[in-house]
Every structure is written in structure tokens, then in C-alpha cells.
């Protein structure tokens, strides 16, 4: 008798990010999404993220839907304080709303404990969309500041 087995081995949504697999990535946040229905908002954010950098028009349903489930998101708290803030900037710059996008990143900064780590590569693909949102540069430009202040800490 032959059996025969089959693993499917997945790899976080961010590993394929940052392979540029972004297919892959999708699939991956589709499957979060589909398995954690109650905790989205990441998994939207980085959606909204992929579909502005292939200048898709799907993005800003993404952001809105995210944005949508923020007060659950802050309440359930799946995610420390400075990346549920700095995604939900991301949002908000990504719908136009640059200064709230810029207060808002500058709460999730006042939020950073030791240990938390900025992760440049949502903000590297908006920079790098055929159409980035208006701001980008100046909040990298807060992100680098931050990571400078803690790097000095």
C-alpha cells in the first residue's frame, strides 16, 4: 500500500514581500484573511500597500476597509501599538489625507518602545508606485529621525 502525503509549506506574507514574489503575498493575505476574519486590518493595509505600488485601483478599497475596522484593531491589539498607528497612517496618506497621515505616524513614533523596529519596505513600495501619495517622503523622513533617536538610546 502506497500513501502519499502532501505538505504544502507557505511562507509569511512578508518573506514574499520582500522576494518581490507579490502574487504570493497576495495569496498569503487573502489566506489570513479568509482564516482570521476578525483581526484584517494588517492583512489590508499590506494589500492596499501591493495594489497602490502596481498602481491598482483596488487600493483605496483596501486602505477604507482597513480603516473600517481600526477601533477593533486598536481594542483587540494583534499588533504593538507603533505598527497598528503606522499602518493606519499608511492608510490615511494612501486616501489623501496627509496630515492626519502625518499626526498620526507621529503618535505611532511617540508609541515606539525599545525593541520596535521601523520597517522601511511598505513606505519603499509607495515611494516606488507609478503614483506615490503626496507626503511619502516626509514620512520617511519622520521614520528616519526615529530610527536615528532610538539607534542613539
Not at 40 to 56: K, M, S
Not at 79 to 93: E, P, R
Not at 122 to 128: A, C, H, N, P, V
Request: include cysteine; proline fraction near 5%; aromatic fraction near 6%.
Amino acid at each position: 500500500m502506497t500513501v502519499t502525503l502532501e505538505v504544502t509549506v507557505t511562507c509569511s506574507p512578508a518573506v514574499y514581500k520582500n522576494q518581490h514574489r507579490f502574487d504570493l503575498t497576495r495569496r498569503e493575505l487573502a489566506e489570513r484573511i479568509r482564516l482570521h476574519p476578525q483581526n484584517t486590518f494588517a492583512p489590508l493595509i499590506q494589500l492596499g500597500v501591493l495594489a497602490r505600488h502596481e498602481g491598482q485601483p483596488e487600493s483605496e478599497g483596501h486602505f477604507r476597509d482597513a480603516l473600517a475596522q481600526w477601533e477593533q484593531a486598536w481594542h483587540d491589539r494583534y499588533q504593538n501599538k507603533f505598527d497598528l498607528l503606522s499602518g493606519k497612517a499608511i492608510a490615511l496618506l494612501c486616501l489623501g489625507q496627509k496630515e492626519d497621515a502625518l499626526q498620526t505616524l507621529a503618535e505611532a513614533i511617540r508609541h515606539m518602545l525599545p525593541g520596535d523596529v521601523i520597517d522601511f519596505d511598505d513606505y519603499e513600495l509607495l515611494q516606488s508606485a507609478p503614483q506615490p501619495p503626496e507626503g511619502i517622503e516626509e514620512m520617511i523622513a519622520l521614520l528616519k529621525e526615529a530610527q536615528a533617536a532610538q539607534d542613539e538610546a
